[in-house]
């Protein structure tokens, strides 16, 4: 985490009417991406889902020129699943390049994580919800 990023946290704990829980955000597919499989993965940041090993990784997604020569990669390498987020170009952009090429497209999703010696997330937002019934 940046210094940047340090300082924002530390200005919503001063704000925040309640606890604040420092969280990551970890990249994972939105369904089973098969056995095999020859991944793409187009994302807006270099950090990489846990287990996938993909032929060609992309943090281009929010920039169009080095997104395309990366798309043009993943043609060459004959990637069957283009996994991206959706953001930025993944419709107009990442899904009709899948489609030209014959690939399957699979959604990627941020799962929020507690940071380390930060408090269990799940439990703090049952917490939260659980107080506002």
């Known amino acids: 985490m940046t210094a940047a990023h340090e ?22 597919p939105a369904e089973p991406i098969p056995a095999g499989a020859r991944v793409a993965c187009f994302s807006t940041s270099a950090a990489l889902p846990a287990g996938i090993d993909p032929i060609v990784a992309s943090p281009h997604l929010a920039r169009r020129g080095p997104l395309a020569d990366d798309l043009a990669r993943a043609a060459g390498e004959r990637c069957d699943v283009y996994l991206t987020e959706l953001k930025a170009a993944a419709i107009d ?10 690939a399957r497209i699979v959604f990627l999703r941020n799962r929020p994580r507690a940071r380390a010696g930060e408090p269990d997330l799940d439990a703090a937002l049952l917490k939260l919800y659980n107080a506002q019934r």
């Not at 300082?7 to 994972?28: K, S």
């Not at 952009?93 to 489609?99: F, Q, R, Y």
Request: proline residues 6%.
């Open 93 to 102: 952009t990442v899904a009709e390049a899948a489609e030209r090429a014959g």
């Open 7 to 28: 300082g924002i946290g530390a200005e919503l704990e001063r704000w925040a009417r309640g606890p604040v829980i420092h969280v990551v955000l970890e990249p994972e």
